[in-house]
């Protein structure tokens, strides 16, 4: 099965691209991706068009093939393949992206059939991932992660690879630009694990005080533009940047949650998930990921008018297992509901994935009731305590209110009764400070 939709009026400047995919599961998923795929082979390949077009790449032709495993020399079949290069001609095509794992040899036989450079998904959103990342800690990241990626694919150069380097930076006339390369990239991944090291213990320390403060962390998650950064703009009052791409926000955001009743938590808004999530990647973003691990509740945010948000919402959930996210609490929120077609029944969408709530985030609709239930959530793992705070430790109550919620107060002579929902932790800290009892 082929399709085409060529357009001869694009400017020359553009690079223009042509995708290909095949069908079966032995065929896009691999023991290297975090997550098997959830799509079906042609939702992936429109999903791939997506990401050729976020990476500024112009998708003038698709082909698609019904395979059940892939060809061990040329990905798709010999035929298919150069049909494929036909494409590439006709479109006068830079870039052939493949919608599956590839090794190198694979890499190799379709650049010399298509006569262009051959890509696949993992390695268009590690060139994605490089081109959004702002911060020191974001570049950091997704270099590493291509110079990983990098050292698995050095098989593939050819016999250019294989000749004898020699020269300064080498061990020897007889030493091959295959090892010299190979060395050289070992040496680079070793500094720049040794800078995220830092940034890492950074972060963990930032983490402990926080946990010392006794104030809640929730994070937003979720499949790429889910809508997670107009919906962190819309609860905290934010401007991060939001845009309708796929990756539009690589650094990880972390701002004040102002509940109504006046308790404050953190909300954080991190990267994206998607399918076929390269492990480099993973790995490299762990420091980043790991907020989502410590955090308190987990906003699972979830594009309820895409056609596969079914499909997404598991991707996600795989994501978060395979990073240890098993037991955290969790609300689902089914946003863009002013997208939603008419005539979805809310009611059994949310009693299917309770607790669950449908908001618009960028109409502002439902963020109140996402508020309520968040509070709510958070409060299971609070306690309820009753604290006699004298006038002169007035200062106290202001804190209080920040970290939990006060139910009840009673003012006195000297002093005033207050119970409230705090932390087992801040609990025994102002039990210790005023010599109060539950």
């Given at each position: 099965?082929?399709?085409?939709?060529?357009?001869?009026?694009?400017?020359?400047?553009?690079?223009?691209?042509?995708?290909?995919?095949?069908?079966?599961?032995?065929?896009?998923?691999?023991?290297?991706?975090?997550?098997?795929?959830?799509?079906?082979?042609?939702?992936?390949?429109?999903?791939?068009?997506?990401?050729?077009?976020?990476?500024?790449?112009?998708?003038?032709?698709?082909?698609?093939?019904?395979?059940?495993?892939?060809?061990?020399?040329?990905?798709?079949?010999?035929?298919?393949?150069?049909?494929?290069?036909?494409?590439?001609?006709?479109?006068?095509?830079?870039?052939?992206?493949?919608?599956?794992?590839?090794?190198?040899?694979?890499?190799?036989?379709?650049?010399?059939?298509?006569?262009?450079?051959?890509?696949?998904?993992?390695?268009?959103?590690?060139?994605?991932?490089?081109?959004?990342?702002?911060?020191?800690?974001?570049?950091?990241?997704?270099?590493?992660?291509?110079?990983?990626?990098?050292?698995?694919?050095?098989?593939?150069?050819?016999?250019?690879?294989?000749?004898?380097?020699?020269?300064?930076?080498?061990?020897?006339?007889?030493?091959?630009?295959?090892?010299?390369?190979?060395?050289?990239?070992?040496?680079?991944?070793?500094?720049?694990?040794?800078?995220?090291?830092?940034?890492?213990?950074?972060?963990?320390?930032?983490?402990?005080?926080?946990?010392?403060?006794?104030?809640?962390?929730?994070?937003?998650?979720?499949?790429?533009?889910?809508?997670?950064?107009?919906?962190?703009?819309?609860?905290?009052?934010?401007?991060?940047?939001?845009?309708?791409?796929?990756?539009?926000?690589?650094?990880?955001?972390?701002?004040?949650?102002?509940?109504?009743?006046?308790?404050?938590?953190?909300?954080?808004?991190?990267?994206?998930?998607?399918?076929?999530?390269?492990?480099?990647?993973?790995?490299?973003?762990?420091?980043?990921?790991?907020?989502?691990l410590d955090a308190d509740l987990l906003i699972h945010v979830i594009d309820v008018s895409s056609p596969v948000w079914k499909e997404q919402m598991v991707?996600?959930?795989?994501?978060?297992?395979?990073?240890?996210?098993?037991?955290?609490?969790?609300?689902?929120?089914?946003?863009?509901?002013?997208?939603?077609?008419?005539?979805?029944?809310?009611?059994?969408?949310?009693?299917?994935?309770?607790?669950?709530?449908?908001?618009?985030?960028?109409?502002?609709?439902?963020?109140?009731?996402?508020?309520?239930?968040?509070?709510?959530?958070?409060?299971?793992?609070?306690?309820?305590?009753?604290?006699?705070?004298?006038?002169?430790?007035?200062?106290?109550?202001?804190?209080?209110?920040q970290l939990g919620t006060v139910l009840e107060e009673e003012h006195g002579l000297n002093g005033a009764r207050v119970t409230c929902r705090l932390s087992?932790?801040?609990?025994?800290?102002?039990?210790?400070?005023?010599?109060?009892?539950?």
């Open positions: 099965m082929t399709q085409e939709y060529i357009e001869n009026d694009l400017p020359g400047k553009e690079i223009r691209a042509v995708l290909a995919g095949i069908s079966g599961e032995g065929c896009r998923s691999s023991s290297q991706d975090l997550a098997t795929f959830a799509l079906s082979p042609e939702e992936s390949l429109k999903e791939l068009e997506r990401l050729a077009e976020t990476m500024g790449y112009r998708v003038c032709a698709s082909v698609f093939q019904e395979k059940r495993v892939p060809d061990a020399a040329t990905y798709m079949g010999r035929g298919k393949a150069e049909e494929l290069a036909a494409h590439v001609e006709s479109c006068h095509a830079s870039v052939v992206i493949v919608d599956g794992p590839l090794t190198p040899s694979q890499v190799r036989n379709l650049h010399e059939i298509t006569g262009v450079e051959v890509i696949n998904r993992k390695e268009l959103i590690l060139r994605i991932f490089a081109s959004r990342a702002v911060t020191r800690e974001g570049k950091i990241q997704v270099e590493l992660a291509a110079r990983r990626h990098e050292l698995t694919r050095l098989a593939g150069h050819g016999a250019e690879m294989s000749n004898p380097g020699g020269g300064i930076g080498t061990r020897g006339p007889g030493e091959q630009k295959i090892e010299t390369e190979r060395r050289s990239l070992r040496t680079r991944i070793a500094r720049l694990n040794r800078d995220l090291t830092r940034i890492r213990q950074v972060r963990s320390q930032q983490r402990k005080l926080r946990r010392v403060s006794g104030i809640p962390l929730v994070s937003l998650v979720g499949y790429t533009n889910a809508g997670k950064s107009t919906l962190f703009n819309a609860l905290t009052g934010d401007s991060t940047l939001c845009d309708d791409k796929l990756f539009a926000t690589l650094d990880p955001w972390v701002r004040k949650w102002t509940f109504a009743a006046g308790e404050v938590v953190l909300l954080c808004d991190t990267v994206g998930f998607i399918q076929g999530l390269p492990h480099e990647l993973v790995a490299a973003f762990r420091a980043t990921l790991e907020e989502s991707t996600t959930e795989r994501v978060l297992e395979e990073l240890g996210v098993r037991d955290t609490a969790r609300i689902n929120c089914f946003n863009k509901l002013d997208l939603l077609e008419e005539g979805r029944d809310q009611d059994l969408l949310l009693e299917l994935h309770r607790p669950a709530v449908c908001v618009s985030a960028i109409k502002g609709t439902g963020l109140d009731q996402l508020q309520t239930m968040a509070a709510a959530e958070l409060s299971r793992t609070r306690q309820t305590v009753t604290l006699n705070i004298p006038y002169a430790s007035w200062s106290l109550l202001y804190e209080i209110r087992p932790e801040d609990i025994k800290k102002y039990a210790k400070i005023l010599g109060a009892g539950t």
